[in-house]
């Protein structure tokens, strides 16, 4: 499949729902997917890694999982706070729509998956967990990245998956360079050649 398909908002070639069993928040989960959407068929490596390395989100407030695919990242943030208002974003309309009929199919009534301009912008987020598509190109990415990262709540942060070939210690650097003073950005771990990047939001 070409890559560009699934950064499209309506891919091409048909829209059928196969099922998907995968591990999620330590259970097997039968779920839905389908093909033009990215890692149609598991979780990726990157988003293993990272479902695998960042801490316990937020218990409460708002969380948000950028890029969410079939929705792995947002409904494990679901599952492990249920209390939390979990946004998924993807300008792909059939993730948004799979991403939102997993949460259904899960019986999660926390997860609200859209296009990203139809999320409030005066939402603040607690956490934010993402596999950031690096594909889109440094251009679209760097645009992404500074609409939502200066959107985390006082105290909270921004958890990103970045693969090490595919620029992620640049990343870091564009990142401690152009966002605000407010917000720090560290390495907190490297694991099977991805980098765990995390964007602190201060507390004051």
Not at 43 to 67: C, H, Q, W, Y
Not at 82 to 90: G, K, L, M, T
Not at 175 to 185: I, N, P, W
Request: hydrophobic share 40%; with cysteine.
């Amino acid at each position: 499949m070409e890559s560009a398909h699934y950064f499209s908002a309506s891919p091409a070639g048909p829209f059928t729902r196969k099922p998907l069993t995968v591990e999620l928040a330590g259970a097997t989960r039968t779920l839905q997917t389908s093909a033009g959407i990215f890692s149609p068929d598991g979780i990726d490596k990157g988003t293993a890694v990272l479902l695998a390395e960042v801490p316990a989100p937020s218990p409460t407030g708002n969380l948000l999982d950028i890029g969410c695919g079939w929705g792995p990242i947002a409904l494990t943030l679901a599952l492990r706070a249920p209390h939390a208002a979990v946004y998924a974003v993807d300008v792909n309309e059939r993730c948004i729509t799979l991403t939102n009929e997993n949460a259904a199919l899960l019986g999660l009534g926390n997860v609200t998956a859209s296009s990203p301009d139809a999320v409030d912008p005066d939402l603040r987020f607690d956490t934010i967990w993402s596999n950031p598509p690096i594909r889109i190109g440094k251009d679209e990415l760097h645009s992404l990245l500074k609409l939502w990262l200066p959107r985390l709540a006082p105290g909270g942060s921004a958890w990103l998956v970045v693969q090490k070939n595919l620029g992620s210690d640049s990343l870091q650097r564009w990142l401690a360079a152009e966002l605000d003073r407010s917000l720090t950005v560290t390495r907190e771990s490297t694991a099977k050649s991805f980098r765990i990047l995390r964007v602190r939001k201060a507390s004051q």
